[in-house]
């Protein structure tokens, strides 16, 4: 069964991410090692974010990523959820992993 993102709400910290490919500027091209080339994309588009997290006063953190945000993450995150829809890749990140917007 193929599920549409646009379906999908995530829970709690967790951001829904479309991953995206980076240009490769050849002004500024920077050569990876072999070992390199096969990581997964670390870059995406916001899709689809929880509600936030609470503290341990139960106060709700919201998060500061929104609907449409590019973002960087780990690759790291320990989300391993990827999933295929229309030949898009996307997967789920806790918010914590995310290292930057732009």
Known sequence: MEVNPENITPF????LIKLVNQNINSDSL?????SQNNEKSCDGLVVATGSG??????NKIPLDIRIN????????SNESCEFT?????YTFVK???IMAKY
């Open 85 to 89: 829809y229309k030949n898009e890749k």
């Open 69 to 76: 945000d590019y973002i960087k993450f780990s690759p790291f």
């Open 95 to 97: 918010a914590r992993y």
């Open 53 to 58: 997290n609470y503290d341990e006063h139960n």
């Open 30 to 34: 920077i050569i990876m090692p072999e």
């Open 12 to 15: 709690y910290d967790r951001v």
